[in-house]
């Protein structure tokens, strides 16, 4: 069988599918070219990332289509019901995501607190005629160790969240509207490990008593964190979301920080991407990185893996 893999795939899932047999095609084409492509070399599967959208209109021509491994976190690139109703499965890497989108909410957390993304900023510009001045305003960092993490949503993400925040010292809380109670095993190089056991708090709770709040919310179209929710935090707190763009209100939590109602806010994922509007950008109080929370080489193996064991599982 003939994959074709759009937007590169790791060699550790094409090994896995050349030994099973099937022939692993790795070529970016152009959107206007990719039916074309598809159906004149009989290709039977596909491996995309967003950079591909997988639309209706491409969708409805494919002729020769039997899987899409989807690539990405979420699946709004690819028209999922069209797919259902022309029996086309859908492949999704549901695990491999969970530890690079910790560590990376983590680095946020951290870059917060003790102003390492005000410094990295500022040193470039001043850090030769103004150091001693910059190390006086950036001196007022705040330890992590002691500290509440709230945690909105306690799927994996969250719970891989929630064990790099107790490693650190960290009290830990949780809202999870399924999730009531969870056990977690951190795991150490040396074979040692500890169990802790966390029930779940009411949002409310969450959000009125812990110094940083992390979303790791399911798609979904509606605000979950509003202008009502950010004002039960503290004034000191932050909030961080990795998650995805609509969860929480962005005007509410530039309008929080620009009246000091907030501390801190850190952004891997918009409303609007790929534009996020440029009151977002220019916000110094804000941290904010471009959509990659999930990119590292150890997920995208990950994901290549998942994925190639799946479809091998299907087409045997």
Not at 15 to 40: C, M, W, Y
Not at 84 to 98: D, G, L, P, R, T
Not at 177 to 198: H, M, W
Not at 288 to 306: C, F, K, N, Y
Request: charged share 25%.
């Amino acid at each position: 069988m003939k994959i074709l893999a759009t937007d590169g795939f790791s060699e550790a899932g094409s090994h896995l599918l050349e030994d099973a047999g099937h022939e692993v095609i790795i070529k970016n084409v152009a959107p206007n070219q990719l039916t074309s492509f598809i159906n004149s070399n009989t290709i039977e599967g596909i491996l995309v990332k967003s950079t591909t959208p997988l639309s209706k209109s491409i969708i409805s021509e494919l002729t020769s289509l039997k899987f899409i491994g989807n690539c990405d976190r979420n699946t709004s690139h690819i028209d999922l019901d069209l797919a259902n109703q022309k029996n086309i499965e859908v492949f999704h890497a549901e695990h491999a995501w969970s530890n690079s989108v910790a560590e990376f909410t983590i680095a946020h957390l951290l870059s917060c607190m003790r102003h390492l993304k005000d410094s990295n900023r500022e040193m470039p510009l001043e850090g030769d005629q103004s150091f001693n001045s910059l190390k006086r305003s950036f001196s007022g960092g705040i330890e992590v160790k002691d500290k509440t993490l709230g945690i909105i949503g306690f799927g994996k993400v969250g719970q891989e969240v929630a064990k790099k925040g107790l490693a650190l010292g960290m009290k830990v809380k949780f809202h999870d509207k399924r999730t009531k109670s969870a056990e977690l095993e951190l795991n150490f190089t040396d074979n040692q490990s500890i169990k802790f056991s966390l029930k779940s708090s009411s949002l409310d709770e969450v959000l009125s008593t812990s110094d940083v709040v992390s979303l790791h919310i399911p798609e979904s179209e509606n605000y979950i964190i509003g202008s009502k929710e950010i004002q039960k935090m503290k004034a000191t707190a932050g909030i961080i979301n990795t998650s995805h763009g609509k969860c929480l209100d962005e005007v509410s939590l530039v309008k929080s920080l620009d009246n000091n109602e907030l501390m801190f806010g850190a952004l891997d994922v918009f409303e609007d991407e790929p534009q996020p509007p440029v009151q977002l950008l220019m916000n110094p109080k804000l941290s904010l990185s471009p959509h990659i929370a999930g990119a590292t080489q150890e997920t995208q193996d990950r994901i290549a893996v998942e994925l190639a064991n799946q479809i091998i599982s299907f087409l045997n």
